[in-house]
């Protein structure tokens, strides 16, 4: 193995609106790690607040596309899942964690599904108990509270939350079976938002904040995964890669807030790369 860092990148692509692979492939690579990607479905646009969208989903390629890559003998170091096309990828993937694991490979679970208390819409009820069980064979997840409530099977309730709330809730997802936890959406006050990251090994808990923009913007979750998995594959501890992810998806958001952009558009994260290259390079 050479010296640069390969991910392998599971999601789908929504060919407008800026989430899923069009912002994990320009995120992890500014951050100078390969970049494979498995689609996992092609829409014309996400589905957060956009109608008519078109969607192709790409069940049957995923399987095929690992076995060419097995026949190639391919090496990750981290496997990066999010947004999946339907109910059966799950245990699609759950096989294809075993098939391309190797030692020292990272699998990161973002388990999108659901925001603001509700499942989105094209899942079904069961979709919680599958991405569960993804969870449960990963080392890293980031879900958000909703997704964390969701697969916990508990009530979800708005912020702003008690920090015992956050820290069992965190416990709660370390003993799913992912030893690495970073949880978004963390508030404890109506100022500031962030994400709470725990370790249950080491069983150390860290906050990451910045001041709360007002509006909800879509494919924030891809842009802080994306830039968390590329800070920790260049070797970075959970703790200062939440500082980072938080810090360029607030930048990413400030700006696309001062531009005055649709929300459903995604953020400009664009203008914010170069800086994250740097912060990740610096360590
Ligand atoms: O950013 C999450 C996401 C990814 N892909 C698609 C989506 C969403 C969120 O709504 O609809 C297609």
Known sequence: MN?????????????????????????????????????????????????????????????????????????????????????????????????????????????????????????????????????????????????????????????PYTKEYIEGLLKRLGKMGAKKIVLTGVSFNNKELGAASYDADTKRTSYAFADRIPGYYHGTGDVFGSALVASMVNGLSLERSTQIAVRFTVGSIMRTYNAGTDIRFGVNFEAGLKELAEEIKKG
């Open 3 to 159: 010296g640069q860092k390969r991910i392998a990148a599971i999601h789908d692509i929504s060919c407008f609106g800026r989430c899923s692979l069009t912002v994990a492939l320009p995120i992890i690579s500014v951050a100078g790690v390969e970049t494979a990607a498995i689609p996992t479905a092609v829409l014309s646009t996400h589905t957060g607040g956009l109608t008519g969208f078109t969607y192709r989903d790409l069940t049957d390629d995923i399987r095929k596309i690992v076995d060419h890559w097995m026949s190639l003998n391919l090496r990750f170091d981290a496997i990066y899942t999010g947004f999946l096309g339907s109910f059966e990828q799950i245990d699609i993937i759950s096989k294809i964690f075993d098939d391309l694991r190797s030692e020292g490979t990272m699998v990161a679970v973002d388990p999108v599904m659901a925001d603001n208390g509700k499942l989105y819409t094209i899942f079904p009820k069961d979709f919680p108990a599958g991405m569960r069980r993804l969870c449960e064979k990963a080392d890293l997840i980031m879900p958000n509270i909703t997704e964390a409530v969701l697969m916990l099977n508990e009530e979800y309730t708005e912020g």
